[in-house]
């Protein structure tokens, strides 16, 4: 079965600095790799997603995340964040008809 | 806009009380999910439906039911719950078509007294 691992629970960083979040997943078959977030209150919002391709996929909100196969990584960025992107962010990956989440990353943006 | 709408938005029931959950899309989605999310931890998946067929996970207590009666309802039944039982219980859909991305509806927050 996937699993996946993310780190560092709790994020607290100031405006305009820059987010990273990583995610490391294990799964033996040709996956799909997805980054989620919920905003406080509201329900899970898809980021963005690896499929195939070009392993730099970018999201919305300038969020991008990195898909290097050869560390089993997916990492997520965002080069200067805003205090809007206080949130919980979790990493899944889809395998055996199912998504699989990470513990997820809660980040505060402090104003 | 399509989307995946959860009823109620919050529920409250008593020890042993069975209470049901109310998942609608109007996506027209061949696969919908029931998750259990609890405070600070990935949404854990109960079971779902491809179509009509029911697959539920391994370690889904079978306290836990669910009905399909039609592709845009599905319903999270839970017979007897308990006090571990309080979580929200996320509702998802997927087109089933190789997409694989799933859409979620905002939740049920379910309290036990």
């Known amino acids: 079965a996937q699993s996946v691992s993310q780190h560092n629970h709790h994020v607290i960083l100031s405006e305009a600095a820059s987010l990273e979040l990583g995610c490391n997943y294990s799964?033996?078959?040709?996956?799909?790799l997805f980054w989620y977030v919920q905003y406080p209150g509201q329900h899970l919002q898809l980021l963005l997603k690896?499929?195939?391709?070009?392993?730099l996929v970018k999201g919305i909100k300038g969020f991008e995340a990195e898909f290097i196969k050869s560390k089993f990584s997916f990492n997520l960025r965002k080069p200067s964040v805003q205090w809007s992107d206080t949130a919980e962010y979790f990493c899944?990956?889809?395998?055996?008809?199912?998504?699989?989440f990470g513990k997820g990353n809660q980040v505060v943006v402090i104003p | 806009d399509a989307m995946v709408i959860q009823n109620p938005r919050y529920q409250v029931t008593q020890f042993g009380k069975p209470v049901t959950l109310s998942c609608s899309q109007t996506?027209?989605?061949?696969?919908m999910y029931w998750y259990q999310q609890k405070s600070s931890q990935a949404p854990k998946l109960l079971f779902h439906?491809?179509?009509?067929?029911?697959?539920n996970e391994a370690d889904t207590p079978d306290n836990f039911q669910s009905r399909r009666p039609n592709t845009s309802f599905c319903f999270l039944d839970i017979r007897s719950p308990g006090l571990g039982d309080a979580a929200m219980y996320l509702c998802?859909?997927?087109?089933?078509?190789?997409?694989?991305?799933?859409?979620f509806g905002p939740g049920t927050r379910l309290t036990v007294l």
């Open positions: 799964y033996g078959g040709t996956v799909n």
């Open positions: 439906y491809y179509d009509k067929d029911f697959n």
């Open positions: 899944a990956v889809y395998g055996n008809n199912r998504l699989a």
């Open positions: 996506l027209n989605h061949n696969v």
């Open positions: 690896y499929f195939s391709g070009d392993p």
């Open positions: 998802a859909t997927e087109s089933g078509t190789g997409e694989n991305e799933q859409f």
